[in-house]
């Protein structure tokens, strides 16, 4: 096999797992911003413009990994609801302390050049 056509082939995988890995980052982000409250899976895949299949795979990998839980509406048994778990939400607390690491760092990268 050419190396081109290797290079190609690992182009293609990379940008295929790239994408996978942020749509399921925008679908947890998305998550952990409307929590307490649940999510409708059926409103994730008009968020993340991806098919129900490819949403519920992105879903059952988030699940997989302890951070978020699908369960039955309560309301409307053919629909599914989205909620963090307590793994999920300390996730979510490290990324909001993270985000004020960075942004303080940033302020005063700005101060410091003023």
């Avoid at 998550?31 to 490819?54: G, Q």
């Avoid at 509406?73 to 989205?82: G, H, L, T």
């Avoid at 999920?88 to 960075?102: A, D, H, P």
């Amino acid at each position: 096999m050419k190396i081109s056509t290797i290079i190609r082939k690992l182009e293609t995988l990379e940008s295929l797992v790239s994408s996978n890995s942020n749509k399921a980052f925008t679908l947890l982000l998305y998550v952990m911003v409307t929590d307490p409250n649940p999510v409708y899976i059926a409103e994730l895949v008009k968020l993340n413009k991806t098919s129900p299949m490819r949403t519920k795979k992105l879903l059952d990998a988030l699940s997989g990994d302890g951070v978020v839980q699908v369960t039955v509406s309560p309301e409307d048994s053919r629909k599914r609801e989205v909620t963090l778990t307590n793994k999920g939400r300390l996730l979510k607390g490290e990324l909001e302390s993270e985000r004020f690491k960075i942004k303080n760092y940033l302020q005063n990268i700005s101060i410091s050049r003023r």
